[in-house]
């Protein structure tokens, strides 16, 4: 509405202007006549001043859109077809099914290539080694896997689409508004130069000034639609650059995807959902035996020096969320939230390394641990027992709900978890437990972090706790 008020203020200036040169005012139906019958009065030079400007402007314009991406341009072409009276909320429909097809196309497009790329690669060379049914459905949750994180990928892009939308509907509402200003003006300068007579009185420049004023001031500018596009391109490119092409469920991934990763801190999706994630420390080195490979994503991590010694008796609220630092010379534990959603969805092995005060070296493997939800109390089971120690971990916690000392579910009258002091699947009350306090002497008979051998107590000074996905077998 200001704009057109302005175009037609500019009108009446013209009619003003010309019949000061005629001289006279004559009333006719048409309230303009008088300036379609005096236009051949208007100087030369304000005429050819006008359309240079018109002219010059125009084509820095036309400079400026050529530089558009395809995909702007793509989506402004679609806009400009639609009819001038069409709904603003059908155009929007309209141009979001496009970028929405577009979109798709290209998500498609990169599955298509990473399919081929890998995971048929993965599939060919397990069917010519002869693998067993185990190793091809390996392969297909790998498959399935990427899948669900190219959709989620898809729906937050497709969300983000809102904004594209808004964003080209006010470059395009801008846009042809000028330009049609920009055809009117320009079809009335033509006008008067055709009708236009030489060496009459220069009466019109305040008309040129209002002119100059109304195109480089008042309307929008290319400046504008440049910022738009630069908006647009930095959003974009914030969102591209926070969602991983293929988003890691656990270490073990981070090992297959990357070339030798070395062992350290590493970011993780163990839902596949972009917008939950944890930080972990990755072994990348140990391995269960010479034929297996590392990728353990540690949950618990002990070590009696000057830079642990954090404290384990924490609430259950803090055990289900996870406490401390992943980090060379810390300490911490993963979240039963986090290890339930790993081991819960597909098979898992764990795996102790444990230390004795006496610098004595142990290691104890189960080849199945899964955590349950939090609605059954995080309950615990393991199996499978190998280790160079005796099973105190599986004999006797196998089967039992999570303790903290605000959440009593061991088998005891007491709460083990505050006699303790540190959280654990508890029984009556434990063969291990390694939340507890370290020890301070060599008293086996205290009660502290430590694994129950036959004969006596292992008083331990460094632990792991670590698990990843169990490796497929191959049939001989």
Request: hydrophobic share 35%; with cysteine; proline share 4%.
């Amino acid at each position: 509405m200001i704009m057109a008020a302005k175009v037609t203020f500019i009108s009446v200036q013209v009619f003003i202007c010309v019949t000061l040169v005629s001289g006279s005012i004559v009333t006719r139906e048409d309230p303009l006549q008088p300036v379609w019958d005096n236009l051949s009065q208007v100087p030369s030079k304000i005429l050819t001043e006008m359309q240079k400007i018109l002219n010059t402007h125009s084509t820095n314009m036309k400079e400026k859109m050529a530089s558009k991406t395809e995909v702007f341009k793509t989506v402004l072409q679609s806009v400009k077809q639609s009819k001038a009276n069409a709904q603003s909320e059908a155009e929007a429909d309209e141009s979001g099914s496009h970028l929405q097809e577009l979109m798709s196309h290209s998500l498609t497009g990169a599955f298509e290539t990473f399919y081929k790329s890998r995971v048929k690669t993965d599939y060919d060379a397990a069917l010519g080694n002869d693998d067993t049914i185990a190793s091809l459905e390996e392969t297909e949750a790998k498959l399935m896997r990427h899948l669900d994180q190219m959709l989620r990928k898809s729906d937050f892009l497709f969300d983000f689409n809102a904004t594209i939308e808004d964003h080209v509907y006010e470059v395009m509402h801008n846009d042809e508004r000028r330009q049609l200003t920009i055809r009117n003006i320009d079809g009335l300068l033509n006008d008067i130069r055709e009708r236009r007579t030489p060496n009459k009185r220069d009466v019109c420049s305040p008309v040129l000034d209002n002119l100059r004023k109304f195109i480089v001031e008042d309307l929008p500018s290319e400046q504008r639609l440049e910022e738009l596009e630069k908006d647009l391109a930095e959003k974009y490119q914030a969102v591209v650059e926070e969602l991983p092409s293929v988003l890691h469920r656990d270490c073990s991934d981070i090992l297959r995807l990357k070339q030798q990763p070395p062992s350290g801190v590493y970011t993780i999706y163990p839902t596949g959902d972009p917008e939950r994630k944890v930080n972990v420390w990755c072994d990348m080195e140990t391995k269960r035996n010479p034929e297996s490979k590392a990728g353990w994503t540690v949950m618990l991590r002990r070590r009696n020096t000057s830079i642990g010694l954090l404290n384990f008796n924490r609430s259950w609220d803090e055990y289900a969320e996870g406490f401390g630092t992943p980090g060379e010379g810390g300490e911490w534990w993963l979240g039963l939230n986090w290890v339930h959603e790993l081991t819960f969805h597909q098979p898992y092995e764990l795996m102790f390394l444990l230390r004795d005060i006496d610098v004595e070296h142990f290691r104890v493997y189960y080849s199945r641990f899964i955590v349950e939800h939090e609605s059954r109390d995080f309950r615990l089971s393991v199996e499978g027992f190998e280790g160079t120690v005796s099973d105190a971990f599986g004999s006797f916690h196998h089967g039992q709900p999570f303790t903290t000392h605000d959440r009593d579910n061991d088998n005891c009258d007491c709460n083990c978890a505050s006699n303790n002091q540190g959280g654990w699947w508890y029984n009556k009350c434990h063969r291990t437990v390694l939340t507890a306090s370290f020890p301070e002497s060599n008293d086996r008979s205290m009660k502290t972090i430590r694994w129950l051998t036959p004969g006596r107590w292992l008083v331990l000074d460094d632990v792991t706790m670590m698990m990843k996905p169990v490796e497929p077998t191959l049939q001989q």
